[in-house]
């Protein structure tokens, strides 16, 4: 199944979670599908505040589907992944492959492209 429809799948996911997850994943680059962009950014391309927009990445982190690593003292890198359900979020990490009981997702660019 591709990213695309995992989230649009998982019913637990609110309009805002889907929309910023979105905007998340087709802004990844790299191997590992590390998103760059700023709160301020995902904020002005989704028309949503920028605290709803922080608001939202924590909700997504507590539920699996991101990984946030502060990088370099004020900027985050984010990493859409698949939530496995009984998993401890905080046992994720950076990896192209299986962490702390998760797959992260190659950047969903490439996904679409194929």
């Not at 002005?44 to 997504?60: H, I, K, Q």
């Not at 992944?81 to 401890?88: E, K, L, R, V, W």
């Not at 192209?96 to 660019?109: A, K, M, Q, Y």
């Amino acid at each position: 199944m591709n990213t695309i429809n995992l989230i649009f799948n998982d019913s637990k996911l609110t309009a805002t979670q889907r929309l910023v997850l979105m905007r998340v994943a087709l802004r990844a680059t790299g191997t590992e599908g590390s998103c760059w962009e700023s709160v301020a950014t995902v904020a002005t391309a989704c028309s949503l505040s920028e605290r709803t927009v922080r608001s939202t990445l924590r909700d997504l982190e507590a539920a699996g589907w991101v990984v946030a690593s502060p990088e370099h003292g004020r900027s985050t890198v984010y990493r859409v992944q698949i939530p496995t359900p009984g998993a401890d979020p905080a046992a994720g990490g950076g990896g192209s492959c299986c962490r702390g009981g998760r797959i992260l997702l190659p950047p969903i660019r490439d996904l679409i492209r194929k």
